[in-house]
């Protein structure tokens, strides 16, 4: 591409995917002489932070979305469309869908995300569901809210206890608040409200493969998230990778744990953004892009969020984190900016680190800014702050506030719906 001849009344500008990096970027671009059409396989914007909440019954689904073509209303110089991207025809600058249309553009801005990984066991997914959409979140907690139906009417205390046993597979930020909350969930939320089971009893199991829950977190938060989970009943099982997942539960360190519902928090893979486009990738298949995100040899695509790799500091990557999906879809905002102004060398992104966060439950939390290390309460408060601060409008924002104040107040939990019961799931166990 011919950088600095932009031609300024037409360039369009075709962004991929209205996560938290599309999405930033679109909103720079507001106002300039582009046109900006955003594709997304989803109607809605999604605040994945929170989405383990909608998993443990804490928030509804429309508390942590929003219409993407009602976010974008107002920008008159962008294009909404629904649609699933299949590939890219780089030669003829075209985005193809997997219905066979497509789209042209100028510059492409390819911010698909990620989604979980297996390590090679795909076929462990009907068994443990990640948590990526809305979809797995209420999948998630169908399966939780159904294990203890099922506990109620069995009659074999082996099997009930079985049912009332829960896995949660990886200890990272999201496997940690998973498994805090299920524990609230439990020793909380539910009790009293069933006659043949004590939901005080459920197991809570959350196993890491490395030595340390929060590995990202300096040791001392890693210690304090550890003991603040074994505190709310979790069993931490640490040093051993699960090795088996099945409909009836999971084998670790050559031990089978029954369960009856098991969650997986364990890894992510980028989209397959990389295989449209031919272009170098790491395991993860995250492109590696330039100092500047775009694509090696193709100035007019750039990759950005959990989509892309980028180094920080010469030896680390960038984290796949909310943050830095945002910062770097305001940069390439800014670089197009720059072009249109025919600037035409490249301009390196800088990331800025602001600190990892993670909950357990509704009073703890472990906050490493790295100048600074809080947890307990007063960490919770920060964290809760910091959510709500994020999330979009000022109706979601009263919403999840209200949503908290009451869990917090009652320990009760409003968005306990099973919905969409398949035939694998019935109460009965059978298929
Ligand atoms: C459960 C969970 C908890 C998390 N907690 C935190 C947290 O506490 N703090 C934090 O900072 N980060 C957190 N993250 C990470 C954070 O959400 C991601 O780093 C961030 O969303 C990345 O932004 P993105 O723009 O790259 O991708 P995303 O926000 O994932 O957006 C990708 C978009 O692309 C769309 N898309 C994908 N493929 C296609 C296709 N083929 N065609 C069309 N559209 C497509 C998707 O529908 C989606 O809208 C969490 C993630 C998860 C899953």
Not at 34 to 58: I, K, M
Not at 244 to 269: N, R
Request: positive net charge.
């Amino acid at each position: 591409m011919k950088i600095g001849t932009m031609d300024q009344a037409t360039h369009r500008v075709v962004i991929v995917g209205a996560g938290f990096g599309g999405l930033e970027c679109t909103r720079a671009l507001s106002g300039l002489p582009v046109t900006v059409t955003v594709v997304d396989q989803r109607n809605h914007h999604l605040f994945q932070p929170l989405l383990y909440q909608v998993a443990t019954t804490s928030l509804a689904t429309s508390e942590i979305a929003w219409p993407i073509r009602h976010l974008l209303r107002k920008r008159k110089n962008t294009t909404t469309l629904l649609g699933t991207v299949t590939g890219i025809d780089v030669e003829n600058r075209r985005v193809l869908f997997d219905d066979g249309g497509s789209v042209g553009y100028d510059t492409l801005v390819l911010a698909t995300g990620a989604r979980h990984a297996y390590f090679g066991h795909d076929e462990w997914e009907p068994f443990a569901p990640g948590l990526k959409t809305l979809e797995d979140a209420t999948t998630i907690r169908r399966r939780i809210l159904l294990a203890f139906e099922r506990a109620e009417r069995e009659s074999d205390p082996e099997k009930q206890r079985a049912l009332m046993t829960f896995v949660v597979i990886g200890g990272g930020p999201t496997g940690v608040e998973l498994a805090g909350t299920i524990a609230e969930l439990a020793r909380d939320t539910l009790v009293g409200e069933f006659r043949n089971i004590d939901t005080r009893t459920t197991r809570v199991v959350l196993i890491e493969a490395g030595p340390r829950i929060l590995a990202g977190f300096k040791p001392e938060l890693s210690a304090y998230a550890k003991q603040a989970l074994e505190k709310l009943g979790v069993t931490v099982e640490l040093g051993n990778s699960v090795t088996e997942c099945a409909a009836d539960g999971v084998v670790f360190g050559g031990k089978h744990l029954a369960a009856g519902a098991i969650i997986w928090a364990a890894g992510v893979a980028a989209s397959p953004a990389a295989e449209w486009l031919h272009a170098k990738a790491d395991k993860a298949g995250r492109i590696l892009v330039e100092p500047d995100l775009t694509m090696p040899g193709h100035p007019e695509i750039f990759a950005i969020g959990d989509t892309a790799l980028v180094r920080w500091e010469g030896d680390r990557n960038v984290p796949g984190i909310a943050p830095a999906a945002k910062q770097q879809g305001k940069h390439v905002a800014e670089t197009i900016k720059a072009r249109l102004a025919g600037e035409s060398s490249p301009r390196p992104f800088k990331y800025r680190h602001a600190g990892d966060l993670a909950t357990i439950g509704k009073r703890a939390a472990a906050i490493d800014f790295g100048w600074m290390k809080l947890k307990g309460r007063l960490a919770w408060w920060i964290w809760g702050i910091a959510h709500i601060y994020f999330l979009i409008g000022l109706r979601n924002r009263i919403a999840v506030m209200l949503s908290w104040l009451w869990i917090y107040v009652s320990g009760q939990r409003s968005a306990r719906l099973i919905t969409q019961i398949d035939r694998h799931e019935d109460l009965t166990g059978a298929g």
